[in-house]
């Protein structure tokens, strides 16, 4: 399947108490997935308008492109997941002066458990390595995170 979307955002406001102009900026999205009997793969697109809070206010445009594969397995009611991210973002019609950037990667991997028709069990690892920018000096590191989550269906 294929899905596709898109439209333009008007940004106002003020950087660093400096008013920055009216513009447009564009946004989309495009995702192709396929599923085969046990398996889903997922490989999508996104552009976008996203605010930075980090060392200073400002918009910055947005790409990130990411893969994902649901797998079932031998075991009953179990699926494995496994998902890839690559993103970048650079200012935006900033008036501030300086450069702000970031380039993320990161992953996810994950086994999700049907416990009953309506309670799923989902265990996942996510490892990121984001590396912010500010006027040529980097700040990176890695963020790790283990979860359980227990999701309720009501239908």
């Known amino acids: 399947s294929f ?17 920055i102009s009216t ?5 989309g999205s495009f995702a192709i997935a396929w599923n085969i009997p046990t398996t889903m793969i997922s490989l999508a697109y996104r552009s976008a308008i996203v605010p930075s809070f980090l060392f200073q206010g400002g918009a910055l445009l947005n790409h990130t492109v990411s893969f994902r594969m ?11 997941l496994l998902e890839v991210n690559y993103g970048v973002a650079n200012e935006y019609g900033s008036n501030s002066g ?3 950037s970031w380039t993320t990667v990161g992953g996810t991997a994950g086994l999700l458990y049907r416990a ?13 390595n984001v590396d912010n920018i500010l006027v040529g000096t980097h700040f990176a ?15």
């Open 98 to 100: 300086s450069a702000f």
């Open 141 to 155: 590191y890695d963020r790790h995170v283990g979860q359980i989550a227990v999701t309720q269906a009501f239908f």
């Open 23 to 27: 513009a447009i900026a564009p946004f």
């Open 3 to 19: 899905d596709a979307s898109g439209g333009v955002q008007v940004l106002s406001g003020e950087v660093n108490g400096v008013p």
């Open 116 to 128: 009953t028709k309506k309670t799923f069990l989902t265990l996942t690892y996510s490892y990121q």
């Open 70 to 80: 649901t797998q079932s397995t031998p075991i009953s009611d179990v699926a494995g």
